[in-house]
């Protein structure tokens, strides 16, 4: 199976991203899948993650904000970012986790600025 990130892209504050996490494989596979990112220096972070069942979850730092949905017609998970914050600028990563392994997507860039 193979996670592939898109939709990242240079946006100013308070703008709007979509990343879309395609995968080569049934998503109904994973137990979870989610986005992750890392910043420049700093470790990779939980952004927010869904469920085989459709249960979410997301970081403190981005509720309100971010949304995670998946269509599983098209085996795709998307996050669906607003508002969007300088601080928010980092490699975003895709990942689906089965019950013996995970895996994850190439990452995409996210910066925010003016």
């Known amino acids: 199976v193979q996670l592939q990130a898109s939709g990242g892209g240079l946006v100013q504050p308070g703008g709007s991203l979509t990343l879309s996490c395609a995968s080569s494989?049934?998503?109904?596979?994973?137990?979870?899948m989610g986005w992750y990112r890392q910043a420049p220096g700093k470790q990779r972070e939980l952004v927010a993650t869904?469920?085989?069942?459709?249960?979410?979850n997301s970081a403190d730092s981005v509720k309100g904000r971010f949304t995670i949905s998946k269509d599983n017609a098209k085996n795709t998970v998307y996050l669906h970012m607003n508002s969007l914050k300088p601080e928010d600028t980092a490699v975003y990563y895709c990942?689906?986790?089965?019950?013996?392994?995970?895996?994850w997507g190439q990452g995409t860039q996210v910066t925010v600025s003016s």
């Open positions: 990942r689906g986790d089965r019950l013996l392994s995970t895996y």
């Open positions: 494989g049934s998503i109904f596979t994973f137990n979870n």
């Open positions: 869904i469920t085989s069942g459709g249960t979410t």
